[in-house]
């Protein structure tokens, strides 16, 4: 090997900085271990410092009413019933653990009058909810935990004079492989962005929280690292990914001017008195709310008002349905001829709220408005439309210690992982998610390491095979431009696997993949291997086509509409559908589909619904059996 | 602004490196990082920039153009005048390490250096009660991005290296004063701490550190120079030291 190669040996491996990794992390080091945390870009920069309405947790501080079953119903309502309910039900019980937790690394989040965290409303969430800091949520967690890193280390160094000992960051390094003896991981193996360098890590536990798949779409409010790298990397491993034909849109993306558009519109400038209009002034959310959803959003302006104020006896606006329904709305009205100069909708609080207070409550969107489109949301509405902002599906784990199906040794945590937002995740759900189970990715990979009897071992041929894959982009002949492969992707999934789908297109989708990844295996890299994004995106451009392939052949296979999956020749929801969750694996060429048994919820969940509503997604046959 | 613009970009690594002049098109309300990653996409696939969010969030984008640090994805085209050329390079008070990036850790170290919260050892997860006027201060010191364009431009560390090892930094002084401001917070000598370990007495208050902050954070008036002042208080007036941080604990 010409290459050089940097070699190091660790209990727990975590592949990501967001707040699913750093909060595995944290728990591995607290738990005894040795912890490399593995990022592509700068400590404290991942995806997560993105979020801004806020975390999700049954706190009750601003309505007593709220606590975990309440949480647990929004959440399978959400996700119309496909969620994993394990996942659904440790995510309700335990977030409000790990918000406060947060309090005691230095975290600051906006107060009640009474001094206790302050709580949001959201799209989906019956009660306020969201625990935030204005809306800049992500940035708190992000740098809370970055903080909580900083801080163990600094105890490291008192104790042991080494800061690094046990705990330490590598920071612009990608991995490009999980290794393997035999069943077991063995260690991952990657490059230093900033040398090229080559770099194999020895451990017999890899937690994998490396976030979303929204680069694979043209539109999408997602960062460059959001190229599905842990959707692939476990498919090549031998795991399961699960449900990948949902991918959320959400409703509001900027959609102008052409550069910025997708950058995420916070959904907080509905749930704090925002509403949607079309070209005719029209609020037209109240024209799309589903049977399902009748009971709890209000059918006229006046209610829909009056529910800001008093919520006990006001049903909410309909501004506020689940992301899947109100992106579905906006399309319609766009594809009618309703919609805003620029393609997208109106959305205005300008008229909602008083200037100063508007400034207040949404800083971040001000500003980005005001610097990004010359528009000042205090006095003008906004004009947004659809955007990829999140994956429902993901890695398939263990609900209790996110063990990765299939694969010894292999974790997954946060967006990467499947199951808990089962066909539409509500907004806020995330970042309680990745806190939630990032502490038990963290755990669940401690505990396996502490039991394990013999420690795999990293074969040469393994560390060559990773090798060989790495330097493949210099070495090939005449290939095409990466840049341009990846846009041809973006403008595939965008148009055909996007936010309406029907057979013909997936089915033109498949084949026009198909090329594309033979194209992409051709793929050149130009200049050297220092620092050079050509270079990154040819070998990243895989990964994306592995998780696109996944979602299309997912996409086909369910004929029915679901949350973030609607299809056009099959637009109903049906309840046979629920009992099937998709399965996609890698068989070494191509991604092989198969349909699950989805299980039922346990009595004493079972019990926390009406039966009218559970007809609604159950079959009779489920229902007659009973609960699990 | 559509068509045509100059863009002169610095390249090369930590050895040598030279301006190369290119032509590249803009379209109408792009920033400067849309224009750069078209060159990438069309001209120089191997050119080397670091960004994440594109939306002023993340801090990675920071540069200087034209000589000014500012952040690549938040700077808009419509700014420049017409036929202008755009001259952009890495920030300059940190080691290259190529093109358009440069090497940061030395914020990294600094962090690393500032004492974490310590919170009061007798109050339990969700027992945290404190007021809205009182965690703001602090709050608006947590909006950093650590985008590091302070640290870039802070004279004291950009025109000497030497004052590195001692000189933590505006934004390692916004996040002392964050801590010391934090109504929970238990170490009671931050201030002194910023003025003996960190460096504080070598800002001279000229601002410039507020000036480029992307976040408006108003690192001097509410953070440095208080710290300041109270560092004065603390060294001469031991009562009112003791005063201030009893009224910092009746906030729990
Ligand atoms: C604009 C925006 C706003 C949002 N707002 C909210 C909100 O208000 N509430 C909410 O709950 N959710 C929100 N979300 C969703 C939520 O932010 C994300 O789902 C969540 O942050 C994902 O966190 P994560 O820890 O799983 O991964 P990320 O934060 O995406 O981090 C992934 C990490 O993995 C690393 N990585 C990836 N691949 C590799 C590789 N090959 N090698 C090495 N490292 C790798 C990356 O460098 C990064 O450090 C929002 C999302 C967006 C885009
Ligand atoms: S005010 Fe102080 S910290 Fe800020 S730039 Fe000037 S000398 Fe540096
Ligand atoms: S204080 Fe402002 S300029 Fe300095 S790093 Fe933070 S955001 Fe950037
Ligand atoms: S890319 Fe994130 S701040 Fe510019």
């Not at chain 1, 989906?124 to 903080?147: C, F, K, N, S």
């Not at chain 1, 330490?168 to 077991?184: P, R």
């Not at chain 1, 033979?518 to 995106?537: M, S, T, V, Y």
Request: aromatic share 8%; glycine share 10%.
């Amino acid at each position: 090997m010409s290459q050089k190669l940097d070699r190091f040996t660790y209990d727990v491996v975590v592949i990501g900085a967001g707040g699913a990794g750093l909060r595995a992390a944290v728990e591995a080091r607290q738990a005894g271990l040795s912890v490399a945390i593995i990022c592509k870009s700068l400590f404290g920069k991942a995806h997560t410092v993105m979020a801004e309405g806020g975390a999700a947790a049954a706190m009750g501080n601003v309505n007593d009413n709220d606590g975990w079953k309440v949480h647990f119903r929004d959440t399978m309502r959400g996700g119309k019933f496909l969620n994993n309910w394990r996942m659904a039900e440790l995510h309700a019980k335990e977030s409000p653990d790990r918000i406060w937790e947060l309090e005691t690394w230095g975290a600051l989040f906006d107060r009640t009058k009474e001094g206790k965290i302050s709580q949001r409303n959201f799209g989906g969430h019956e009660y306020p909810r969201l625990a935030h800091v204005g809306d800049r949520t992500g940035l708190e967690l992000i740098r809370t935990m970055q903080q909580r890193i900083v801080a163990l280390q600094q105890k490291d160094k008192k104790e042991f004079g080494d800061a690094e000992k046990f705990i330490k960051v590598f920071a612009e390094l990608t991995i490009t492989d999980i290794l393997k003896d035999g069943d077991k991981v063995s260690g991952v193996y990657g490059y230093w962005r900033e040398s090229g360098d080559e770099i194999l890590f020895e451990s017999s536990a890899v937690v994998l929280a490396t976030g979303g798949i929204g680069k694979s779409f043209k539109i999408t409010s997602n960062s460059w690292e959001g190229t599905g790298d842990g959707h692939a990397l476990a498919l090549k491993a031998g795991g399961a990914l699960i449900d990948m034909e949902f991918v959320q849109f959400h409703p509001t993306g900027m959609v102008w001017p052409p550069s910025v558009r997708g950058i995420l519109v916070t959904e907080s400038v509905r749930g704090d008195g925002g509403v949607l209009t079309n070209s005719e002034g029209r609020r037209f959310m109240f024209d799309y709310i589903p049977e399902v959803f009748k009971a709890n959003y209000a059918d006229n302006e006046a209610e829909a008002d009056r529910w800001y104020d008093d919520q006990d006896n006001n049903r909410r606006p309909p501004e506020l349905l689940p992301r899947d329904e109100v992106a579905r709305a906006i399309n319609t009205e766009v594809k009618a001829g309703r919609g805003s100069p620029q393609g997208g909708v109106f959305l205005d609080v300008s008229s909602r709220l008083p200037a100063e207070e508007i400034k207040r409550r949404l800083p971040s969107m001000w500003h980005q408005f005001k610097e990004l489109a010359d528009v000042d949301i205090t006095k003008a509405p906004m004009e947004v439309g659809p955007t990829c902002h999140y994956v429902m599906g993901g890695v398939k784990v263990d609900p209790d210690t996110a063990a990765a199906d299939g694969v010894a040794g292999l974790f997954a945590a946060g967006e990467v992982a499947g199951g808990m937002h089962g066909s539409n995740r509500l907004g806020g759900n995330s970042l309680s998610d990745l806190l939630v189970f990032g502490r038990r990715a963290g755990a669940g990979a401690a505990a396996y390491v502490k039991a394990l009897k013999n420690k795999p071992t990293v074969s040469e041929k393994e560390i060559e095979r990773a090798s060989t894959r790495i330097s493949e982009p210099f070495t090939r002949e005449g290939g095409e431009n990466p840049y341009s492969l990846h846009q041809e992707l973006q403008n595939i999934t965008q148009d055909l696997v996007g936010i309406i789908r029907t057979e013909a297109e997936l089915k033109d989708a498949m084949d026009k993949l198909e090329d594309i990844k033979k194209r992409a295996a051709n793929a050149k890299a130009e200049g050297g291997r220092a620092f050079n994004p050509g270079f990154h995106l040819a070998l990243d451009l895989e990964n994306m086509l592995l998780v696109s392939e996944s979602i299309a052949k997912s996409a086909l296979e369910r004929q029915e509409s679901r949350g973030g999956h609607t299809r056009d020749d099959f637009p109903k929801m049906d309840p046979q559908w629920r009992q099937y969750n998709h399965a996609t694996r890698w068989n070494g060429k191509k991604i092989e589909v198969e349909a699950e048994k989805a299980k039922m919820l346990p009595n004493e969940l079972v019990e926390l619904f009406e039966m009218n509503e559970l007809k609604k997604y159950y079959t009779e046959n489920e229902l007659a059996k009973g609960g699990n | 602004m559509a068509g045509k613009v100059n863009l002169r970009i610095w390249r090369g690594d930590s050895k040598s490196g030279d301006f190369k002049d290119v032509q590249v098109d803009a379209n109408e309300g792009e920033v400067v990082l849309d224009v750069i990653h078209r060159v990438q996409a069309t001209q120089m696939s191997d050119l080397a920039v670091r960004w994440n969010c594109k939306a002023g969030k993340c801090g990675s984008c920071s540069m200087e153009i034209n000589g000014k640090p500012r952040l690549a994805c938040m700077t808009r085209m419509n700014t420049f005048e017409e036929g202008e050329t755009i001259t952009v390079t890495p920030l300059r008070a940190f080691p290259v390490i190529r093109d358009l990036v440069a090497d940061v850790s030395f914020n990294y170290k600094k962090a690393m250096e500032v004492p974490s919260f310590e919170p009061p050892a007798d109050l339990a997860p969700g027992e945290y009660r404190m007021q809205q006027v009182d965690v703001e201060r602090s709050q608006e010191f947590r909006k950093c991005i650590e985008c590091f364009l302070c640290q870039n431009t802070c004279h004291v560390i950009r025109d000497h290296e030497e004052n590195k090892k001692s000189f933590a930094g505006p934004r390692f002084f916004i996040r002392m004063a964050e801590l010391d401001m934090h109504p929970l917070d238990t170490i009671r000598n931050r201030k002194q701490q910023a003025q003996e370990e960190h460096g504080l007495g070598m800002c001279n208050i000229t601002k410039c550190c507020t000036e480029v902050c992307p976040e408006h954070i108003k690192i001097t008036d509410n953070a440095i120079i208080p710290m300041k002042e109270r560092v004065v208080d603390v060294k001469y007036d031991p009562v009112r030291w003791l005063g201030s941080k009893i009224r910092k604990r009746e906030g729990i």
